[in-house]
Each structure stands twice: as structure tokens, then as C-alpha cells.
């Protein structure tokens, strides 16, 4: 099974992708209530360079109720990361590279099918988050 759903973005802007990938989760119905600065915070706190790096928290709060619904732990699981990154295989890349977390994954690691039918919603939701964006699909793992 792959851990992520994803798109490469060649030829774009990292402050594009980050307010296109907001507005494309926003059309799903996902907020984004955290950003986390990776490149910035790994700098501050441990002196170390990385490419550029967001981690935006978004919360579908009708999915996560309903998988909260289900089974109570499930807050431990949901897909609420979704990571804009840099790719750095080549030094002057200006290609982005946008992932979040498959769903269908808090199916599997529970074995709790009753599970199966917020997992698909959210798969197809990020799934269409993503198309929006363009690019080429990447499915990791």
C-alpha cells in the first residue's frame, strides 16, 4: 500500500505551491489550521539547513467526525498532514513536491472496516485536492 497521495510540480514557485495546495484543500472542505515551518524551525533550533519544507495541518472536520465516530482513537491516524517540500535532487530544481498521508492506511493499521467508508471519502478528497494542482502523480511507498 502507498503512504502517500501525491503530485511533482515542475517549473513552479514554492510560495505558488503552498497557496495553491491551501486553496485546493480549501475546495475539499479542509482547513488548514497549522503550518508548520520545517526549513525554519530545524534552523532555529538545531543550526541545520534543508530545503524548503511546510507541513499544513488540514482538518476535515466532517471526516474526522465521522471516523471519530467510529472508534475513538482514530485522532492518532487521521490524514490531516499535508507536506509541500522542495525537491533538491537537482541544485537548481524548482520542481515542489505535495503529499499527504493515504487514508486508506487508518483501514489498514486499525483492521476496523467500519472505517473503509470515511477512508474512501477522504482518499477521493485529497485525491481531488491534488489533481487540482496538476503536475505528476507520485504514489510513495
Same mark, same amino acid.
Given at each position: 500500500m502507498n503512504i502517500a497521495l501525491g503530485t511533482q510540480l515542475d517549473d513552479t514557485d514554492f510560495e505558488t505551491a503552498v497557496a495553491k495546495t491551501k486553496a485546493a484543500l480549501s475546495e475539499q472542505g479542509f482547513g488548514v489550521l497549522t503550518? &508548520?515551518?520545517m526549513q525554519a524551525t530545524l534552523k532555529a533550533k538545531l543550526g541545520e539547513d534543508m530545503e524548503r519544507y511546510i &507541513? !499544513? @495541518?488540514?482538518?476535515?472536520?466532517? !471526516?474526522?467526525? =465521522?471516523a471519530v465516530g467510529v472508534m475513538p482513537q482514530i485522532g492518532l491516524l487521521l490524514p490531516c498532514n499535508v507536506v509541500v517540500r522542495a525537491d533538491t535532487s537537482t541544485p537548481d530544481s524548482t520542481t515542489v513536491i505535495v503529499e499527504a498521508m493515504?487514508?486508506? &492506511?487508518? #483501514?489498514?493499521?486499525? @483492521? #476496523?472496516?467500519? !472505517?473503509?467508508? #470515511?477512508?474512501?471519502?477522504?482518499?477521493? =478528497? !485529497?485525491?481531488?485536492?491534488?489533481?487540482t494542482l496538476g503536475g505528476r502523480t507520485t504514489?510513495?511507498?
Open positions: 503550518e &508548520i515551518d &507541513i !499544513l @495541518g488540514a482538518c476535515n472536520p466532517t !471526516l474526522a467526525h =465521522r493515504n487514508p486508506q &492506511i487508518m #483501514v489498514e493499521v486499525t @483492521g #476496523v472496516p467500519e !472505517l473503509a467508508a #470515511v477512508a474512501n471519502d477522504a482518499t477521493a =478528497r !485529497l485525491r481531488a485536492a491534488i489533481d504514489e510513495n511507498m
